[in-house]
């Protein structure tokens, strides 16, 4: 699966980005897709994950309320939308599929196989 990331960009506080996830190689229908982070300095953090059996989400704790992801099996694609950013949600945002991830993984960089390359979000305060 190859996967590539689109929608970051500059947004002030408290404004909205979409970020965009789409595949191409296999079915994503197939795939949990997640999200995940990595601010200067820090480590890759989970996000959010979708997984298509059920339309199940989950979130970090620290984007709840305010983000959402979803997919669109048309389109072959996972998007996140965030809103009410803060200065602290900048970092390059990576989205991340695997074919056979258990719950208790959902959230663990390492179990997933399939990376895009980021896509920077910055936002000013």
């Known amino acids: 699966v190859q996967l590539q990331a689109s929608g970051g960009g500059l947004v002030q506080a408290g404004g909205s980005l979409r970020l965009s996830c789409a595949a191409s190689?296999?079915?994503?229908?197939?795939?949990?897709v997640a999200w995940f982070r990595q601010a200067p300095g820090k480590e890759r953090e989970f996000v959010a994950a979708?997984?298509?059996?059920?339309?199940?989400?989950y979130y970090a704790d620290s984007v709840k309320g305010r983000f959402t992801i979803s997919g669109d099996n048309t389109k072959n694609t996972v998007s996140l939308l965030m809103t009410s950013l803060r200065p602290d949600d900048t970092a390059i945002y990576y989205c991340?599929?695997?074919?056979?991830?258990?719950?208790?993984?959902?959230?663990?960089?390492?179990?997933?196989?399939?990376w895009g390359h980021g896509t920077q979000v910055t936002v000013s305060s």
């Open positions: 991340a599929a695997d074919p056979s991830i258990i719950l208790s993984s959902i959230q663990m960089s390492q179990q997933y196989a399939y």
């Open positions: 190689g296999r079915p994503f229908s197939r795939q949990t």
């Open positions: 979708f997984r298509w059996s059920g339309r199940n989400t």
